[in-house]
């Protein structure tokens, strides 16, 4: 994608979306962490339902701690692969509480020595709760930058990293969020809507959809 292209890309996806953000539910570094441990192959909705009862009860490592396994089970048993997050959730709360003095660490290396805490779950907190300049490629992300050429790559680091350098700086702190939010509801993986897509005419895709199918 030609660099004023991706000017113009960004430039549309602004205009209709000006202050995007994460469509889970939070209002602290820690449910923001606990909320996106919850997420993986898991959706949005289905980790909201399940936090809005949490959060009320325990929204600390100290609160979670408190609540053991078996108590946070009980919160989070509707997502899917609840066990192995409620294992993690609990160790990484842990970890907080006796290395961080109970804060969400803000540096990469520590957030991926938390249980349950990869690269993509680290640079959604720190874009997200920190406002650093990160991209984390989720499954929507990695198609959305190489469907429309703006950043190909075979691995989801190589499209991070490509994202990282193409995308224009001035984009670049809610670039993340219009990504997956185009990847989930427009540039959809069986059939993309090319023809209601802001972006259609900057794309790279070839098989572009149309109205009658």
């Not at 997050?85 to 520590?110: F, M, Y």
């Not at 874009?127 to 930058?145: K, Q, S, Y």
């Not at 050429?149 to 193409?166: C, D, I, M």
């Amino acid at each position: 994608m030609k660099p004023e292209f991706r000017q113009q890309m960004f430039g549309r996806l602004r205009e209709r979306n000006p202050r995007p953000t994460t469509e889970l539910e939070y209002s602290t570094p820690f449910e923001l962490l606990v909320a996106v441990i919850l997420s993986a192959q898991a959706t949005d909705k289905g980790v909201n339902i399940a936090t809005r009862k949490l959060f009320p009860t325990a929204n600390t490592p100290a609160a979670i701690l408190a609540l053991g396994e078996p108590g946070l089970t009980a919160f989070v048993k509707t997502i899917g692969l609840y066990k192995g997050k409620t294992k993690n959730i609990i160790a990484t709360c842990r970890i907080i509480l006796e290395q961080h003095g109970g804060a969400v660490p803000c540096d990469r290396n520590s957030l991926e020595a938390l249980p349950g805490v990869g690269r993509k779950t680290a640079n959604v907190v720190l874009n997200t709760a920190f406002g650093e300049l990160t991209m984390a490629v989720d499954t929507h992300i990695f198609r959305v930058a190489n469907r429309t050429g703006l950043a190909p790559g075979k691995t989801v680091l190589a499209v991070e990293k490509k994202l990282l350098k193409n995308v224009p700086a001035e984009f670049l702190q809610d670039a993340h969020h219009w990504l997956i939010l185009h990847g989930r509801y427009v540039c959809k993986a069986r059939k993309p809507a090319c023809p209601i897509c802001p972006i259609a005419d900057l794309c790279s895709f070839k098989r572009k959809t149309r109205e009658d199918g």
